[in-house]
């Protein structure tokens, strides 16, 4: 049986830090605050927002929901976010994306203040993480896999890790923490050739497809550490990730469980990006 990568116990250690740097912030005045910025009524949105405010409000962030109708023009909204930006009493913005087909996510990127780029969507936070500057932070559901993996002593360094997708949300960005560890990394994704060989001779997998059940026992080896990144809604309205994990839970020696895996320390990495950028702007 596979040892269960929980997130739970991660997101508790780091919401206790979070919890007193953010009181020491309100001891001085400073009230931490994150906006989260959503367009339109995408159900998955409303869930990670009701979430994340949920999460800021257990350590002493204040957070400001603010809702625009799907047919927003890119100019409003970009006046949003120039105006969250310019606000000194909001330390960090949070935009849900993908945004609707007719705004361009390039140019709204652009008008976020790195400074208060807490999940890692602007060129200079990107650009951070591909250089190891330490500039920006780094996009949240990424850096929660890698401390998944830091918080349960999965050495990386010399491994051969595999991770499935290659965007600059998770994929790209996860590929530079696990270099930084020192890990061999290979990055797959559609138009890979024979994917299942390639993951079975990883030490790490990370999945993030996010194709149900596209992680099988034939792209597994005994001893993997699996870190499930896919959210995939089920037909009774539950979730699950991309391992079909009554398949691949016996042969791998540790799995992070959907749910209750790296979804559970996203919240968690926001919060602290949130009380980092308040902590940054005080001191500049």
Same mark, same amino acid.
Request: net charge negative.
């Given at each position: ?229 896919? =959210?995939?809604?089920? /037909?009774? !309205?539950?979730? #699950? ?5 009554? &398949?691949?839970?016996?042969?791998? +020696? @540790? =799995?992070?469980?959907? /749910?209750? !895996?790296?979804? #559970? ?5 926001? &919060?602290?990006?949130?009380?980092? +950028? @308040? ?6």
């Amino acid at each position: 049986m596979a040892e269960l990568l929980r997130g739970a116990p991660v997101a508790a250690k780091m919401n206790e830090e979070t919890c007193a740097r953010a009181g020491a912030l309100r001891e001085i005045g400073v009230v931490p605050a994150l906006a989260l910025v959503r367009v339109g009524e995408n159900p998955a949105d409303i869930s990670y927002e009701r979430g994340a405010v949920k999460r800021c409000a257990g350590v002493g962030i204040e957070t400001r929901s603010v809702v625009l109708p799907e047919d927003v023009s890119e100019a409003e909204l970009i006046d949003t976010l120039r105006s969250l930006s310019g606000d000194m009493s909001v330390h960090g913005i949070l935009i849900f994306r993908p945004l609707p087909k007719h705004i361009d996510d390039s140019a709204v990127c652009a008008a976020l203040d790195p400074v208060k780029d807490v999940d890692g969507i602007t060129d200079v936070s990107l650009a951070g993480v591909f250089t190891g500057s330490g500039r920006g932070f780094c996009p949240c559901t990424a850096e929660g896999c890698a401390r998944i993996l830091d918080h349960y002593g999965i050495d990386c360094a010399g491994k051969r890790a595999v991770v499935i997708g290659r965007s600059l949300v998770i994929g790209k960005p996860v590929s530079q923490l696990l270099l930084a560890r020192n890990a061999t990394v290979t990055v797959c994704h559609t138009r890979t050739r024979d994917l299942a060989g390639e993951t079975r001779r990883a030490d790490i997998v990370v999945s993030a497809a996010g194709r149900l059940g596209s992680l099988t026992a034939g792209h597994v080896s005994p001893g993997q550490v699996i870190v499930d990144v896919g =959210i995939n809604e089920l /037909p009774d !309205g539950g979730i #699950s990730g991309d391992a079909d994990f009554e &398949a691949v839970e016996p042969i791998v +020696s @540790a =799995i992070t469980p959907v /749910p209750g !895996g790296v979804g #559970s320390v996203t919240t968690a990495v926001l &919060a602290r990006h949130t009380v980092e +950028s @308040a902590e940054k702007i005080l001191g500049a």
